[in-house]
T-cell receptor, first 112, second 114 residues
Framework: TQLLEQSPQFLSIQEGENLTVYCNSSSVFSSLQWYRQEPGEGPVLLVTVVTGGEVKKLKRLTFQFGDARKDSSLHITAAQPGDTGLYLCAVLLYNQGGKLIFGQGTELSVKP | ETGVTQTPRHLVMGMTNKKSLKCEQHLGHNAMYWYKQSAKKPLELMFVYNFKEQTENNSVPSRFSPECPNSSHLFLHLHTLQPEDSALYLC?????????????FGPGTRLTVL
């Protein structure tokens, strides 16, 4: 079983649509990160959420950390083709020397 | 451009070949990492170096051999690989140790083992 379960695994939508992707776990975390990985590139950190219930906005992207700090969501408003990529959630395991553990990702395709 | 470069970007090798992947960071960081990204599997941490010392070996087979000659360079030496080792190999760096630091990733080397 994976520590972080992301859903959906694949998402194909039209430009202008809204979408939400999820990152779930049965474990509690002190913080959670979201990355975007574009084709042919490495992951790039988008945001870190640290407080239960926290909401952070990055332009059209809204990130929320669950109240119990076990899950997180990423909502994109009016998706654009430039949003296409692999969205990864990750957590730092402080009890394992700060090892960064990733979910398997949500592959998003936004068609013009 | 994240300040972390990797060469080559693509590599095809036979199972009996020996090759090396190179990573260089221009960010003045002291910690460097190797990750493996396979299709339909989460990114897996392979090795961590902090101030040139290896601090993590995540049960990686000995056919993968890392080398960190200084804080700016990291190599992954490959020998007698298997087809299941085909994957995207990502290098990352962070200012100090892993705990709490943002990691900056390179673009990866796409490895195919025939």
């Amino acid at each position: 079983t994976q520590l972080l379960e992301q859903s959906p695994q694949f998402l194909s939508i039209q430009e202008g649509e809204n979408l939400t992707v999820y990152c779930n776990s049965s474990s509690v975390f002190s913080s959670l990160q979201w990355y975007r990985q574009e084709p042919g590139e490495g992951p790039v950190l988008l945001v870190t959420v640290v407080t239960g219930g926290e909401v952070k906005k990055l332009k059209r992207l809204t990130f929320q950390f669950g109240d119990a700090r076990k899950d997180s969501s990423l909502h994109i408003t009016a998706a654009q083709p430039g949003d296409t990529g692999l969205y990864l959630c990750a957590v730092l395991l402080y009890n394992q020397g700060g090892k960064l553990i990733f979910g398997q990702g949500t592959e998003l395709s936004v068609k013009p | 451009e994240t300040g972390v470069t990797q060469t080559p970007r693509h590599l095809v090798m036979g199972m009996t070949n020996k090759k090396s992947l190179k990573c260089e960071q221009h960010l003045g960081h002291n910690a460097m990492y190797w990750y493996k990204q396979s299709a339909k599997k989460p990114l897996e941490l392979m090795f961590v170096y902090n101030f040139k010392e290896q601090t993590e070996n995540n049960s990686v087979p000995s056919r993968f051999s890392p080398e960190c000659p200084n804080s700016s360079h990291l190599f992954l030496h490959l020998h007698t690989l298997q087809p299941e080792d085909s994957a995207l190999y990502l290098c990352a760096s962070s200012p100090t140790g892993p705990v709490g630091d943002t990691q900056y990733f390179g673009p990866g080397t796409r490895l195919t083992v025939l």
